[in-house]
């Protein structure tokens, strides 16, 4: 039925509309890498050190964890209300205004309590704004290229640390005069050019046509779908918005109002349980500490500070082309090849750099100082490839249409908790335990490899309406209700009366 449904548009899954939409939308992702690659730099800049009076590394774990504190709130109890009340694009342009305020605190910054105020409200922002992202480009793409457009919420994430990691090494040039104290806060502020461009690009996209059927809107979800699949072929949108319709009227029957829904119903829990391991290991895999520390890293490795600065720039430009590339792969190789094969990558480098480290402490051979470098860059081709897009991917898809928004928000609790944890943890254990930290590392992407092929199923190339089915019928209804088809009835919509009317 679905590959019926889907196929009259498949010469039009690329169109102006579509790709302008998802390149716009995709900006909104720009600021939690932009935060997590410019946090890198300034922990190595004087002028920030003198302004916060050289935090300890128990102080810096918190200014870099406090933020994921800030998301795990966003997350956990904004995101699902905001896009369910306000839609995939207003929710991303309120979370926007959020993270300025916090941005701006923590670039006038004079003290500790300062710099943590502004990464909490800086955090609650990007939480609204990161789940609306991949939400409005998982409901707007194709079936059968679901993955690469969601994927672009990954390729924003990196190119927002690439961009980070450039401008704080050019700034870092201006290490004289009024410039040791000014470039750190600079750079903080720089993210207020891209979030000026999103805001005003996303009020220009069509809201997505699911979130408009869901709101009762109908003769705007036939606009929104007709322009983001490109064509007026009345056949084939009237059989995608009669898939998404019936199926929003049937969840629709029974309403979740209530978190608790999701531990209590089988079907639920089974989408829950995966797609929250997902997040919570996309940053125990350990680029939550590679990334928030990377010229930290790259000093360990044996870089001078000048040197880790450039390093971590060409390593985040590294980090987009290989996104790049895996946007390509995502819907060939499945999304748990892609996680599995991605995790392997990763725990392989993290053994080789902690090995390594422990052999040639301080740096004393430089052949292994080149080649813990080397694997460092290798290490973001497996996150890039795996866990970095394909978290995002599969928490976006599998929940039915009812739940979401609220589905996806509960998940990504995960990432923030993950995100605290590595960031408190990573700095007070290298000063502890050295490069032994690597393999606490390692072992969860070993255990994350077993995971995803013993228990995830494959979801790529399958309508959001066919994954309803792909994880348990929902308890929440009753075996006499009708199927979603059978849902429609009165309530059909004829695509061509509003084609003719618009």
């Not at 249409?401 to 990504?412: E, F, M, Q, T, Y």
Request: aromatic letters at 12%; proline letters at 4%; charged letters at 15%.
């Amino acid at each position: 039925m679905a590959e019926e449904i889907h196929t009259p548009v498949k010469t039009k899954d690329v169109n102006w509309w579509l790709i302008y939409s998802c390149t716009v939308i995709s900006m909104g992702a720009i600021f939690w890498g932009y935060d997590i690659g410019i946090l890198s730099t300034i922990f190595v800049a004087p002028g920030f050190k003198k302004a916060l009076h050289n935090p300890s590394s128990a102080e810096t774990g918190l200014i870099t964890a406090i933020f994921s504190a800030g998301q795990f709130v966003g997350y956990g109890f904004l995101a699902g209300p905001t896009n369910n009340r306000f839609g995939r694009r207003w929710a991303g342009f309120l979370g926007t205004i959020v993270l300025l305020v916090g941005a701006a605190l923590q670039a006038g910054a004079v003290h500790l309590s300062m710099m943590v105020i502004g990464r909490i409200i800086a955090g609650v922002g990007t939480g609204v704004v990161s789940t609306s992202v991949p939400l409005y480009l998982s409901e707007i793409a194709p079936a059968r290229l679901r993955g690469a457009y969601v994927a672009a919420n990954q390729v924003g994430i990196v190119f927002g640390i690439s961009m980070a990691f450039w401008v704080g090494y050019g700034l870092s040039f201006w290490n004289t005069g009024r410039g040791v104290d000014a470039q750190w806060r600079i750079s903080i502020a720089v993210q207020a050019l891209p979030a000026f461009i999103y805001m005003c690009g996303v009020l220009t996209l069509p809201e997505s046509p699911r979130w408009l059927v869901g709101a009762d809107r109908m003769e705007d979800a036939v606009q929104a779908l007709a322009k983001l699949r490109g064509t007026n072929n009345i056949e084939s949108l009237q059989a995608e918005l009669d898939e998404i319709h019936s199926n929003i009227l049937w969840h629709k029957q029974h309403s979740v109002n209530s978190a608790k829904v999701f531990f209590t119903d089988p079907a639920l829990w089974s989408r829950l349980w995966r797609a929250w391991a997902l997040c919570f290991l996309q940053q125990m895999s350990g680029a939550a500490g590679i990334r928030y520390y990377l010229p930290t890293n790259f000093i360990a490795a044996g870089t001078s500070k000048e040197l880790s600065l450039l390093a971590s720039g060409i390593d985040g430009t590294v980090q987009v082309a290989c996104t790049v590339a895996g946007v390509f792969l995502i819907d060939r190789m499945g999304r748990r090849h892609a996680l599995g094969i991605g995790a392997i990558i990763m725990a392989f480098c993290l053994m080789i750099n902690g090995a390594l480290q422990l052999a040639y402490p301080n740096q004393a051979n430089s052949s292994a100082n080149y080649c813990n470098i080397f694997f460092i860059f290798f290490f973001t081709v497996g996150y890039s490839i795996g866990f970095g897009p394909c978290a995002w991917i599969y928490a976006s898809e599998i929940f039915p249409a009812n739940v979401r928004s609220k589905g996806l928000g509960i998940s990504v609790t995960g990432t923030s908790l993950g995100s605290i944890i590595v960031g408190q943890v990573w700095p007070v254990a290298v000063a502890n335990i050295g490069p032994k930290t690597y393999f606490i590392f390692m072992s969860f992407n070993v255990f994350s490899t077993f995971l995803v092929y013993l228990c995830y199923p494959e979801t790529k190339r399958k309508t959001l309406e066919e994954l309803d089915s792909h994880f348990g019928k929902l308890n929440i209804h009753s075996e006499e209700e009708a199927t979603p088809k059978q849902m429609l009835g009165e309530e059909h919509v004829e695509v061509k009366d509003v084609v003719k009317a618009a």
